[in-house]
């Protein structure tokens, strides 16, 4: 018979990663609390860090964020008016606009880098084995495939037969 809930193992997983995001999300807000930096604005700082000197597309952040265009230019003003991001027209193509990173924001980024890598070691990583991460890294990207346009592989996340 068909039902619409969950079986107990779906439950049971579904409820696990919810319990250990909620943990892990305040443990590493916590930690960079002292640094005055959420999780949020941690992550556009971060991906600044990554895309080096020449930035990043303001459009490009707010994607990669999963955030709506008027939310991340709130959190940029802030970031802006804080002086750990500066926002320029795109010298690629005039319309857009590209955010880089201050020197007070690196300077930022590499403390609150520093803390935050420190506290997934010790909240995360110290709890799992190399098999337990190896499977993480491959249950994330199955459930981060886009089931639309990733024609490479079956369901199972195997390679497709050609």
């Not at 597309?57 to 990669?64: F, G, P, T, V």
């Not at 320029?88 to 609150?112: E, P, V």
């Not at 520093?114 to 995360?124: C, G, N, P, Y």
């Amino acid at each position: 018979m068909a039902t619409d809930g969950l079986r107990d193992l779906e439950q049971e997983a579904w409820r696990g990663f919810l319990l250990a995001h909620d943990r892990l999300w305040r443990e590493m807000e916590a930690g960079l609390a002292p640094l005055n930096v959420s999780m949020a604005e941690y992550s556009v700082l971060n991906l600044l860090h990554e895309a080096g000197p020449n930035g990043m597309r303001m459009s490009e952040l707010a994607q990669r964020r999963l955030m709506s265009s008027g939310g991340f230019t709130r959190l940029a003003d802030r970031l802006q008016s804080r002086g750990l991001i500066e926002r320029r027209r795109s010298a690629t193509d005039g319309r857009g606009f590209d955010a880089t990173l201050t020197s007070s924001g690196r300077a930022l980024i590499r403390r609150a880098r520093r803390r935050h890598h420190s506290d997934l070691r010790a909240h995360f990583f110290s709890r799992l084995d190399e098999d337990h991460l190896r499977g993480l890294a491959e249950i994330w990207s199955l459930l981060n495939a886009d089931p639309e346009t990733d024609h490479d592989a079956t369901p199972d996340g195997g390679p497709a037969s050609e």
